[in-house]
Every structure is written in structure tokens, then in C-alpha cells.
T-cell receptor
Framework: SQQGEEDPQALSIQEGENATMNCSYKTSINNLQWYRQNSGRGLVHLILIRSNEREKHSGRLRVTLDTSKKSSSLLITASRAADTASYFCATAFSGSARQLTFGSGTQLTVLP | DGGITQSPKYLFRKEGQNVTLSCEQNLNHDAMYWYRQDPGQGLRLIYYSQIVNDFQKGDIAEGYSVSREKKESFPLTVTSAQKNPTAFYLC???????????????????FGPGTRLTVL
């Protein structure tokens, strides 16, 4: 079964609003990453947070990690229509850091 | 998608045929990966290779085969034994695990644009 599970499965917001997506996982991790996928395209890496970090920022992106709850969240602030895409979390297991396990994704739609 | 190419973009296969999907990278990455993505789903790992001439099965390797004769190339063959091959196939590579100074690098993966395979 997949390690990470995103919530919600789909999210629709107005341009300018913030979008929050959550990811839960089951076992100890080395790091957790978020990727974006435009329809029919490959994935693009957004941000990586290590197991000893609690929060990380990159531009309009903010990622938090709570290892006690085995969960992470991705916040996109001031969303734009161009942010419309699927967002996936991926976990790297402790002890097997070369592999990533992907969740099923959140489909974000930003309405102009 | 920069640095990793996949071909063809679209591929059609008849029942009982083997087909090979190409993946090439010029990023000097040691590790390469093949994933399968079904509609509305996440990625599932088919095979991965951490170094030339070595590869490991992922979660759904049955009906697939790979080779890693060159660092830059990691072709995937979808054999006739794969009962439901229609899917979107993604290749990825990752940065060297150990950077200078003995510290491990991230496991960020860089993806190609994908190949959409359809069985006729």
C-alpha cells in the first residue's frame, strides 16, 4: 500500500485564496517531499523537509512536518490559476532513502 | 523536465507484443527509476537502479524488464506478460547520494515528461 495519503483528494478555490493540502504516512521517514504534476506531464519537485525539521518555506509555499502525528501539510498562499495541478507527497523511508513512496495526490483547481 | 528525456510520448501496443520505452538523462545521476501512473492515482515503482549494471524490482515489477548498461540510459520493456499495461509511464533520476564532504544529498527526483502507453 502507498505510504503517503493526501487529503483532500480534490480542492477548488478562488484565485488569491490560500490552499492547504495534507499528507499522512505510516512509518518512520528520512524526509518528505512535495511534487507538482500538471495534467499529462512529469512531476516537478517543489520542496523537501527532513525528519528533524518542522517547517520550511519556498516562495509562496510553506511545508510543515509533525513526526509525532506522522503528517505534513503544504500551504500555497495567494494562489494563482497557474497553480492548478495535482500535488503529491512522497516519503523516503528511514534506512532506504534512495526510494520514494508517493501518495495518491490532491487535485487543486484555482478558479480565476 | 530538463535533463531527462523519454520517448516516445505516445505508444500503442497490440496484444501479445513487447514494447520498449526509452529513458535518457544527462544529469550525471547514479540512480534511475521507472514508475507507472494510472488515472487519478499516484505513482507506483516498477524498477529502480542505483548504479550501472544493477537494478532492483519495485512494487509492481511483474510483466516488466529493464537494463542499465549505461549510466545515462534505463530502458523499460513492457512484456506480453503484463496483463494491463495501459498507463502513463514516468522515468526519474536522482542526485548522487553522497556529496563532497561525506554528507548525503537529498533524494530529490527529477522526472521525464512521460510516455503514455495504450494497448489496442
Amino acid at each position: 500500500s502507498q505510504q503517503g495519503e493526501e487529503d483532500p483528494q480534490a480542492l477548488s478555490i478562488q484565485e488569491g485564496e490560500n490552499a492547504t493540502m495534507n499528507c499522512s504516512y505510516k512509518t518512520s521517514i528520512n524526509n518528505l517531499q512535495w511534487y507538482r504534476q500538471n495534467s499529462g506531464r512529469g512531476l516537478v519537485h517543489l520542496i523537501l523537509i527532513r525528519s528533524n525539521e518542522r517547517e520550511k518555506h519556498s516562495g509562496r509555499l510553506r511545508v510543515t512536518l509533525d513526526t509525532s502525528k506522522k503528517s505534513s501539510s503544504l500551504l500555497i498562499t495567494a494562489s494563482r490559476a497557474a497553480d492548478t495541478a495535482s500535488y503529491f507527497c512522497a516519503t523516503a523511508f528511514s534506512g532506504s532513502a534512495r526510494q520514494l513512496t508517493f501518495g495518491s495526490g490532491t487535485q487543486l483547481t484555482v478558479l480565476p | 523536465d530538463g535533463g531527462i528525456t523519454q520517448s516516445p510520448k505516445y505508444l500503442f501496443r497490440k496484444e501479445g507484443q513487447n514494447v520498449t520505452l526509452s529513458c535518457e538523462q544527462n544529469l550525471n545521476h547514479d540512480a534511475m527509476y521507472w514508475y507507472r501512473q494510472d488515472p487519478g492515482q499516484g505513482l507506483r515503482l516498477i524498477y529502480y537502479s542505483q548504479i550501472v549494471n544493477d537494478f532492483q524490482k519495485g512494487d509492481i515489477a511483474e510483466g516488466y524488464s529493464v537494463s542499465r548498461e549505461k549510466k545515462e540510459s534505463f530502458p523499460l520493456t513492457v512484456t506480453s506478460a503484463q496483463k494491463n499495461p495501459t498507463a502513463f509511464y514516468l522515468c526519474a533520476s536522482s542526485t548522487p547520494f553522497w556529496t563532497g564532504g561525506g554528507k548525503s544529498s537529498t533524494d530529490t527526483q527529477y522526472f521525464g515528461p512521460g510516455t503514455r502507453l495504450t494497448v489496442l
